[in-house]
């Protein structure tokens, strides 16, 4: 990595952006990012539980890892997204929060959030049926959509749910959380589903692809021919 982000500064002078695993990013790696032109990183944080993140994700990530990565871009003034999930099989609505709290408090310019989805085929579909989460396989024909609702069967997953659509707006306004814990206790789908998806276009979309409000707008007109 060292070997081609000297070759890349070397000859290019084109912003880029990455992925990077938190657990791998220390104040070398950062530096050499920075140098070489690196615009933005982004990593999976998946989840706020430690426990569900390391022993169903599987993602051998610790809190404590993300924190230090975090302040290493920070220090060389990297912005950087996060990927999570929402709804996990077993996760209650207080984790749920505290995936937005770490993001808060990490200090992370966006947190990408989709609804869990059981998808077929996969371990995490197979746990789900094993422990009562679903009560039967999803089709592989059944259209499976990561940002309006969830197919498990467990306590609190409605306001889980409803949190998801307002991760960008508590992302980038924090004061907002203590009103968001108020609000999800009712049900206004379809306000909740535009909320989410113009807090999408403004604070993930408009950054994510550097688009302008013009552009961002038209890509919105787009989206809600085609989703409406």
């Not at 690196?38 to 569900?52: I, K």
């Not at 990565?69 to 749920?96: K, S, W």
């Not at 113009?198 to 552009?215: H, L, N, V």
């Amino acid at each position: 990595m060292f070997e081609f982000l000297d070759t890349y500064a070397s000859k290019f002078s084109i912003p880029f952006t990455c992925n990077v695993r938190a657990d791998l990013v220390d104040l070398d790696m950062a530096k050499a990012l920075k140098a070489a032109g690196c615009s933005r990183v982004s990593f999976g944080l998946e989840c706020g539980n430690e426990s569900l993140r390391n022993l169903l994700l599987k993602k051998s990530l610790t809190d404590d890892q993300i924190r230090k990565a975090a302040a290493f871009l920070h220090q060389v003034n990297i912005p950087f997204f996060t990927y999570n999930m929402m709804g996990l099989p077993g996760e209650r609505l207080e984790d749920a929060f505290k995936t937005l709290e770490l993001n808060i408090e990490i200090g992370a310019q966006c947190a990408w959030t989709s609804v869990f989805q059981p998808f077929p085929g996969t371990e995490l579909a197979e746990y789900c049926l094993e422990h009562g989460f679903l009560d039967k396989p999803i089709s592989t024909d059944e259209p499976v959509d990561t940002h309006t609702h969830s197919l498990l069967r467990q306590p609190d997953i409605d306001k889980v749910v409803r949190l998801q659509k307002f991760v960008y707006i508590a992302i980038r306004f924090p004061g907002t959380v203590r009103f968001i814990k108020k609000l999800i206790d009712y049900n206004f789908p379809t306000v909740y589903y535009y909320i989410h998806r113009i807090s999408d276009r403004i604070f993930y979309f408009r950054k994510a692809y550097q688009a302008t409000w013009i552009g961002t707008l038209k890509h919105a007109l787009i989206a809600w021919r085609h989703y409406r």
